[in-house]
């Protein structure tokens, strides 16, 4: 549909749309990821190429006024809610206790990195006459906790602390944090596997052939082949309807909470899917696991993901005030030299060590989706790491959210 706002049209993109959208851009990501080597050899992760690419060119049409595209983001918050749960279920805490000191060792680094980013930011803008308050929007608000954190406290710290544009630079360092996090974290991989030489899972063993068709998927109808193994569109459902109960129960407990303590949006949904996961476990009662689960989560992140790139307006980075531009290009820089000194290199140069980091540089300067998609970047070219992936998981979407949201609290009263 197209309006006129003034003399420059706009086009809006309804909810439904966007994800139509979303898919085109993907798949055009996958096209010239394909047809670019540089792409594919940087690992750039397809949602960024395809994505990028659209919103370059909205960025143009609109900054020389143009045209203007709204696109409705409704389903793109449902996808990460959706994302997020599938995390959740994910998380057995069996599975958690075999990440061990691995999973504790990452927790406190990433930790320690959200004192940095806070401490950071707030000496850059008092030393350039500023208010330190915007140090905080630009440093652990918007790179450790993303978009989500980055909404969720703009307004509280312009109401409580006074802070004029509190969440449009919030929401704008959460951009560039994000755009960032995903140019540089599939290259940092692969400088850090070549330049040390690490070992992969397929040089250590064979990979394994591509999957075109899931294993449970049987072509043949007839009864006695579908009476052997379940049909896959039955492991799809079972994940979805899982998925959609821990979200609506989730709301419940995020509306609980949000009285006590300012967190993401997916936090509630989380803590349900966790429980669900778990009870499963330990009584025994039933599953929550299998290809279904990990295709609704794929799907969610591709989804989300491309979605949220479409939406970025990389125009309005052009106005950022110098000190942002100065707080953001330190933050850049601090996690680069921490990726490298402590999560690549204090955690062992393995290849786990790799994933951890460019895991590490999606959700602490963007979001968790970020992290997981420059590792799907990586284990594409060069194996899968399961611990890595859970430990990457839990910390970045779940317990590093809670220790940053009381870090940001405690920041504000300074």
């Known amino acids: 549909m ?14 439904v749309q966007a994800v139509a959208l979303a898919v085109c851009t993907y798949y ?9 080597g540089v792409l594919s050899r940087y690992s750039i992760p397809s949602p960024v190429v395809g994505g990028m690419s659209f919103a370059i060119v ?28 599938t995390i959740g279920l994910m998380a057995s805490l069996r599975v958690v206790k075999d990440g061990g000191r691995l999973l504790l060792g990452f927790l406190l680094a990433v930790t320690v990195l959200v004192f940095l980013q806070n401490g950071m930011g707030m000496a850059i803008a008092e030393a350039m006459g500023f208010d330190k308050h915007y140090g905080i929007l630009a440093g652990s608000v918007s790179m450790m906790g993303g978009l989500g954190t980055a909404a969720a406290f703009g307004p509280y710290f312009e109401e409580t602390y006074g802070i004029t544009g509190g969440t449009a630079v919030a929401v704008t360092a959460a951009t560039f944090g994000m755009v ?12 850090c596997i070549r330049r ?42 079972r994940a979805v309807s899982v998925t959609a109960l821990a979200m609506g129960l989730g709301t419940i407990v995020s509306n609980f909470l949000g009285h006590y303590i300012t967190l993401p949006a997916y936090i509630g949904a989380m803590i349900v899917a966790t429980v669900i996961r778990n009870v499963g476990d330990f009584s025994g009662m039933y599953k929550v696991e299998g290809k279904g689960l990990n295709a609704v989560a794929d799907i969610t992140l591709v989804l989300f993901v ?10 309005e980075l052009v106005h950022l005030a110098l000190p942002l531009v100065v707080i953001l290009a330190c933050q850049t820089i601090l996690m680069l030299i921490y990726a490298w000194t402590v999560l690549f290199t204090a955690f062992g140069r393995s290849y786990d060590a ?16 970020n992290g997981l998609a420059n ?15 859970l430990i990457v998981s839990v910390v970045g979407a779940f317990l590093i959210d809670l220790i940053n949201a009381v870090v940001i609290t405690w920041f504000g009263t300074l």
């Open 2 to 15: 197209t309006d006129m706002a003034g003399t420059v049209p706009v086009i809006a993109v309804d909810k």
């Open 28 to 36: 055009f990501g996958v096209w010239l990821k394909g047809k670019v």
């Open 58 to 85: 909205v960025s143009f049409l609109e900054y020389f006024n143009i045209v203007k595209v709204q696109i409705d983001s409704t389903l793109q918050t449902v996808l990460m809610l959706g994302f997020f749960t």
């Open 180 to 191: 960032a996090a995903l140019l540089i974290g599939g290259p940092f991989g692969e400088w």
């Open 196 to 237: 040390y030489k690490v070992k992969t899972p397929d040089e250590v063993q064979q990979p394994e052939p591509e999957l075109h068709l899931p294993d449970d998927m049987d072509t043949d109808i007839t009864e006695q082949h579908a009476s052997a193994k379940p049909n896959f569109t039955n492991e799809i459902m």
């Open 306 to 315: 491309t979605m949220a790139i479409n939406n970025l307006k990389l125009h």
């Open 354 to 369: 790799v994933m951890l980091s460019v895991g590490g540089i999606g959700f602490s300067m963007g979001a968790t989706a």
């Open 375 to 389: 590792m799907q970047a990586i284990s594409e070219k060069y194996g899968s790491s399961p611990r890595a992936w």
